[in-house]
């Protein structure tokens, strides 16, 4: 075992403080920190010294009735640090800034990626250089953007080599085989970047902001072109051992017996996999227009969903009750404290989905648990907040220290 060293320990709470204060929006004390973090007073005032002199926290004095030297309430500087965050999946190519509590404050969709790499990192770099010259020029145009932009997060769907910065095998994604992403990008920005699944970043971006105890386990279902999980634990995402864990596309649901080229019965991808939702719609009768993109079409299936038409609502129900025995699976696997369910599919299906995801998370441990069940509150572009997130992350989390 590797010994850790005094400077560790000291970089180790610094992080720790940081997040303490992150997570307080509305102002913490020195005192609640001190409770917080476990840690002295002397070693909480040095640290958030050091921060301050930094210009990632701002500490205000606290209006009280008490003599003496007033307390300090303290916050972070949310543009004291900004990220950029890539998603690239196979319907689209977003690309967004975050500052440094992961709100994202600028963005662009493009064209989903196509056969050539080199040309989308280019377009990406583009985008990101528009985004940051539109955040300078709003702020009086003294490069404050530019300055502040530390890196990128990159968040890509299936195989990847993480520590290699390398896209390996993607589904849908045809022409991005054995893509040395992450160097392409060095190359084009001259930014740091970092490079994990859209499953993990996506449940990154949830954990962030502290809305819920860091100790928690948690479940995330992701529904994209495909579906994957993601499991944190500890404010720790269990990745596995190649950063495969959470492919889910082959997890057997039991609903029928038809038989999935992997050889098992009923997987769940052949429920929820984008192309298998249009394909069933169709069958159904639903019209969808047959020139459009499939996330197009699935927001169109969702739309009509939404006005009352029976063969959509059913079509998406199915994928629903696939989803929830999934979540019926998963939740006994990890017995999570609560499930949260998003991905870039997801607004599209929920209103007729969730009652069933809710309803099989919980006949887990004979139904004897009261689970927490939420949609997700970040929208179609988790994948690039969460992408961004994760560069925050791998810079600030003491997790990772
Ligand atoms: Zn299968």
Redesign the pocket.
Same mark, same amino acid.
């Given at each position: 075992m590797r010994a850790t060293t005094m400077p560790q320990v000291g970089a180790r709470n610094e992080l720790i403080v940081l997040r303490a204060i992150r997570v307080s929006p509305e102002g913490v004390e020195q005192s609640d920190l001190m409770d917080r973090c476990g840690l002295s007073r002397q070693a909480v005032s040095q640290i958030t010294r050091r921060l301050i002199e930094r210009g990632l926290v701002d500490a205000q004095p606290l209006h009280t009735r008490r003599r003496g030297k007033p307390a300090m309430s303290m916050r972070v500087e949310p543009r004291a640090m900004l990220a950029a965050g890539v998603h690239l999946d196979p319907a689209h190519l977003t690309v967004t800034v975050v500052d440094m509590l992961a709100r994202p404050i600028g963005k662009r969709t493009l064209e989903a990626p196509g056969d050539d790499p080199e040309a989308d990192v280019d377009r990406i770099g583009a985008a990101l250089e528009d985004i940051v010259r539109e955040l300078d020029q709003l702020d009086g145009g003294d490069q404050w953007a530019a300055a502040a932009l530390q890196g990128i997060g990159v968040a890509v769907p299936g195989a990847l080599d993480a520590a290699g910065g390398k896209v390996l095998n993607p589904p849908w994604l045809p022409g991005w085989r054995d893509v040395p992403l992450l160097d392409l990008l060095r190359a084009r920005t001259g930014l740091e970047a970092v490079l994990d699944k859209d499953t993990n970043a996506a449940l990154t971006a949830e954990c962030w902001p502290g809305r819920f105890p860091g100790a928690e386990t948690v479940l995330y279902l992701y529904v994209g072109a495909g579906v994957g999980s993601s499991v944190a634990g500890d404010g720790t995402i269990h990745r596995g051992a190649t950063v495969q864990a959470g492919e889910i596309g082959?997890l057997p649901t039991g609903l029928d017996d038809s038989r #999935?080229p #992997?050889g098992?019965l009923s #997987?769940l991808?052949r429920h929820t996999d984008i192309e298998r939702v249009l394909e069933r719609a169709r069958a159904a009768g639903v019209p969808l227009d047959a020139q459009a993109r499939p996330a197009a079409s699935l927001a169109q299936l969702g739309s009509r969903a939404a006005a009352g038409d029976e063969a959509a609502r059913e079509v998406i129900a199915g994928v629903g009750r696939a989803l929830g025995e999934a979540a019926r699976t998963l939740v006994s696997i990890h017995d999570p404290h609560r499930v949260i369910i998003g991905g870039p599919s997801w607004e599209h299906l929920e209103e007729v989905a969730m009652p069933a995801v809710v309803a099989g998370a919980r006949r887990a441990f004979d139904g004897s648990h009261d689970l927490a069940v939420v949609s997700s509150e970040l929208g179609d572009d988790v994948g690039a907040i969460g992408a961004a997130t994760l560069f925050l992350e791998r810079r600030l989390s003491p997790a990772l220290s």
């Open positions: 082959h #999935c #992997c098992r #997987c991808g």
